[in-house]
């Protein structure tokens, strides 16, 4: 039986080579504390290489959707990931696509060097 759905297919991307993060400041202590937690880290280990939707995700991590929701909505607020594209359920539902932002996170502690170019 055929779907009216599109089938699961592969979304292409182009994360960005590397994302900076100087932490010297309430600002960037959000963003280390986002970092910070377990299931954020093995989220953030699930998108590598290859994107997914929340409940993808939850399968990988083993958490509920609403726990991977909550990481989700707090690493993409820093940049950390970024959603890239729909897929459609089994029962038709649109769900968003997750990716990683950067491939590799430089963290730098101190204030940030400005460039006299």
Same mark, same amino acid.
């Given at each position: 039986?055929?779907?009216? =759905? &599109?089938?699961?297919? !592969?979304?292409?991307?182009?994360?960005?080579?590397?994302?900076?993060?100087? #932490?010297?400041? @309430?600002?960037? #202590?959000?963003?280390?504390?986002?970092?910070?937690?377990?299931? %954020? +880290?093995?989220?953030?280990?699930?998108?590598?290489? @290859?994107? $997914?939707?929340?409940?993808?995700?939850?399968? #990988? /991590? @083993?958490?509920?959707?609403?726990? /991977?929701?909550?990481?989700? !909505?707090?690493?993409?607020?820093?940049? =950390?990931?970024? &959603?890239?594209?729909?897929?459609?359920?089994? $029962?038709?539902?649109?769900?968003?696509?997750? %990716?990683? %932002?950067?491939? $590799?996170?430089? #963290?730098? =502690?101190?204030? %940030?060097? +400005?460039?006299?170019?």
């Amino acid at each position: 039986m055929t779907s009216a =759905f &599109p089938p699961r297919n !592969r979304l292409e991307y182009d994360p960005r080579e590397r994302a900076d993060l100087t #932490v010297s400041g @309430d600002s960037r #202590v959000d963003a280390l504390d986002a970092l910070s937690s377990g299931t %954020a +880290q093995s989220i953030l280990g699930a998108l590598d290489g @290859d994107p $997914k939707t929340t409940s993808e995700i939850a399968e #990988v /991590v @083993d958490t509920s959707i609403q726990n /991977v929701h909550h990481h989700l !909505r707090r690493l993409e607020e820093h940049d =950390f990931v970024e &959603p890239i594209g729909t897929r459609y359920s089994v $029962k038709g539902r649109e769900m968003t696509v997750y %990716a990683l %932002a950067a491939e $590799k996170l430089v #963290v730098q =502690f101190g204030a %940030a060097e +400005q460039s006299s170019d």
